[in-house]
């Protein structure tokens, strides 16, 4: 059977997406070992001053053009593919998600601006009183706005095939991706209002004075949810594509997939004050409480741990794997979409167990803000997140642009490079952070480093390096794969791996939306709205911002 | 199979039997240490003005220090700043061992944190809010106390230290 046609258009705005998306990533990442040789005592920033005038700019380029662009690009370029392939049929209105690119490409442009001039050196976190110059907040704004759009214009599309096809369950992967979309919606109520009601007006000079608390409140609102926005998009290759991908694997439970995407939905959003275990002005109560629905989302990640697993080992005994762990040998590794994705699962793996320390009530005592924090990061969302990115591209960009891969072999190098420096990067953070070592300092300039870390910071740098050479492998795959004269005969195939079992035999519930998103945005009200209504009742805007970089 | 079921499969079902019991013994082991043993995180303390908190006669920070309360038992009062030149005042405190200290910490302009090398005391002093916890130094020796939230390019210079003598 032919699969479903994209137009050409179609394929040439995925793949402007994923333009915008590796630039940023190309010159984030630039950055990353930066960061890590500083550890390691080989400070490079005072050879490009001239560009970049100190640590915290390279760490604010790296940790919004990774984590803000990088991200959220390749997600909108990524869902709007499911919604139309899934959907098969063309967005209900293609000017609409178009304005909506262009408005996020305009705000990454505006935000990109003062971080050059150093004028917003705030890192990606950009917390209050720190006052960066009011075009980032109005370019962080605008790349929200704009994904708010193309999420509306995804909306709609869903709708117009609801309607054409009133009887037929939604196919799951534009099911998960407008569900991602939904959660994004609204979890990105909190950063909006952070910024259009305090750090914007505050910036152009309308109003005096923030309240650094309550931003945080905000902040963290959309903050946790965030990183479910990245993740998600993952999951739906992981349980919808890489089983096919690894070996003509089938997904093991289409309607175990689908619930454990409906309580990413609901518990996604209302645990925020895990992340402020340790802030002064939130009563341990609610912080209490936003822990124990933190262990919550933990069994959506334990059933999709399952599912991905067993779809995975249904591929591999179809190649003809036997023994109760042979059969992982027999996963096609050669292919580097499935090499850099299962590679990305393995480390994500730790990185969730990390999580669930951080996410441990008082534990966070022991791990708040120390370098256990970037290295539990790096484990999801720079290699759990951005490796199965990188995975997805090696189908996707042959996919958009008719180009046949370049040197697959290298490509399937590049993720073995990537784990091997992640895992010596990322075990000697975790390390540091356990023996008292803060994040966001320039270790091998602080006065306070003890001897017993210096083994460990060595190993950041050189696991950094290490990354940087698989960034470069990355790139030169992805540059000459653009420029690669030879094309691919046929259309590339989408790796769909098919349920088990007939969609249309799981239960209704599964593809009704109404009560899944009323029950998400009450489950907010009831969690988070006392202390919010509480903290802006009592507002105390009394910081006057600063500029200390 | 009927239709419109839930179809789990049984290894699935012991799988997610097994997620929810080690939830519960996770969740079981943070409360049994925050109710139980009393390893707790900051409550609201009090609110402060950070503009005037470091310079008002009556507040406690103008003259940040230490203040021995009874005998072995301490409140401390430490400023944070970045402005002009990022330090915790005091930068020293000295005090005997098994000394039991009140930490209450406030920012008189950005976002700092505070943490206490090798204790449980680790937290953000946030502008406008008091952070407050205790500890009880059993062991003699030098203790960093730390600043964990970047608060401007000398941010990686920004720390202090207790000494706990014999």
């Known amino acids: 059977m032919k699969q479903y046609q994209l137009s050409t258009g179609e394929k040439k705005f995925i793949g402007l997406h994923l333009l915008v998306a590796m630039l940023a990533l190309a010159v984030g990442s630039l950055f990353g070992p930066l960061q890590a040789f500083e550890h390691a005592g080989w400070d490079v920033y005072p050879l490009i001053r001239p560009l970049i005038k100190s640590y915290y700019q390279g760490l604010t380029v790296h940790g919004v053009l990774n984590a803000l662009v990088w991200t959220t690009f390749f997600i909108m370029g990524f869902l709007t593919f499911n919604v139309m392939f899934g959907l098969k049929r063309p967005l209900k209105n293609m000017i609409l998600n178009k304005v909506g690119f262009w408005v996020m490409v305009v705000g990454v442009v505006t935000a990109a601006i003062p971080i050059l001039l150093n004028q917003a050196t705030v890192l990606f976190t950009f917390y209050p009183p720190l006052k960066a110059n009011w075009a980032f907040y109005v370019g962080l704004t605008l790349v929200v706005v704009g994904s708010w759009v193309e999420g509306w214009g995804l909306f709609m599309t869903y709708v117009a095939w609801r309607k054409e096809t009133p009887n037929e369950r939604t196919p799951f992967i534009a099911f998960a991706s407008i569900l991602t979309l939904v959660l994004w919606q609204i979890c990105t109520i909190g950063i909006a209002t952070e910024i259009l009601t305090m750090l914007l007006p505050w910036s152009l000079g309308l109003i005096e004075n923030v309240d650094p608390q309550l931003a945080r409140t905000y902040f963290w609102f959309t903050g946790h949810p965030l990183v479910y926005f990245w993740l998600l998009p993952a999951y739906i290759s992981w349980y919808a594509m890489l089983p096919k991908q690894a070996g003509n694997g089938k997904m093991f439970s289409d309607s175990l997939a689908r619930l454990s995407f409906w309580i990413f939905l609901v518990l996604s959003t209302p645990l925020g004050f895990h992340h402020q275990y340790v802030d002064p002005g939130v009563p341990p109560v609610w912080k209490f409480l936003h822990s124990m629905l933190t262990f919550g989302v933990f069994f959506p990640s334990m059933m999709t741990a399952f599912t991905v697993v067993a779809s995975l080992e249904h591929a591999g005994r179809k190649n003809g794997g036997k023994g109760a762990l042979a059969w992982i040998g027999k996963l096609n590794w050669s292919d580097p979409s499935v090499a850099a994705q299962l590679l990305a699962g393995i480390l994500f793996f730790f990185g969730g167990i990390g999580g669930l320390a951080n996410a441990s009530y008082n534990v966070n005592l022991v791990l708040h803000n120390t370098a256990f924090v970037p290295g539990h990061f790096h484990l999801t969302v720079a290699t759990g997140v951005t490796l199965s990115f990188m995975g997805i591209s090696y189908w996707l960009l042959p996919y958009v642009t008719g180009k046949k891969l370049w040197m697959p072999k290298l490509a399937v190098a590049q993720a073995w490079v990537w784990f091997v420096g992640m895992i010596i990067f990322s075990n000697s953070m975790h390390v540091l952070g356990l023996l008292g070592a803060p994040r966001r300092v320039p270790l091998g300039l602080a006065p306070y480093v003890p001897a017993e870390w210096n083994s460990r910071l060595f190993q950041v740098g050189v696991g950094g390096a290490i990354l940087f050479i698989s960034g470069i492998l990355y790139f030169t795959v992805m540059l000459k794969t653009a420029l690669n004269r030879e094309t691919v005969t046929e259309e590339v195939e989408v790796p769909i791996a098919e349920p088990m079992q007939d969609p249309a035999l799981g239960p209704v519930w599964l593809d009704r939306w109404a009560p899944w998103i009323y029950g998400t945005l009450a489950l907010v009200v009831i969690v988070y709205g006392p202390q919010l209504v509480e903290m802006i009742s009592n507002i105390a805007l009394t910081s006057p911002g600063f500029k200390p970089w | ?166």
Not at chain 2, 21 to 41: D, R
Not at chain 2, 119 to 142: E, H, W, Y
């Open chain 2, 1 to 166: 199979m009927s239709t419109h079921q839930m179809h789990v499969h049984p290894y699935e079902r012991n799988w997610m039997y097994f997620s929810a019991v080690l939830l519960v013994l996770f969740a079981t082991a943070v409360s049994v240490a925050a109710f139980g043993m009393g390893i707790q995180v900051p409550a609201p303390e009090q609110r402060v003005d950070p503009r005037t908190v470091a310079t008002d006669p009556n507040s406690p920070w103008s003259n940040p220090g230490l203040r021995e309360i009874a005998p072995g038992k301490y409140d401390a009062y430490i400023l944070a700043h970045a402005v002009p030149n990022w330090e915790f005042l005091p930068k020293e405190l000295s005090i005997p061992v098994g000394s039991s200290v009140t930490f209450y910490v406030t920012s008189s302009d950005v976002q700092h944190g505070f943490k206490v090398q090798d204790t449980n005391a680790n937290f953000m002093v946030i502008p406008g809010q008091v952070s407050k916890l205790t500890v009880k130094f059993d062991k003699p020796g030098t203790y960093n106390y730390i600043c964990t939230e970047y608060c401007g390019s000398g941010h990686g210079i920004m720390y202090g230290s207790i000494t706990v003598t014999p």
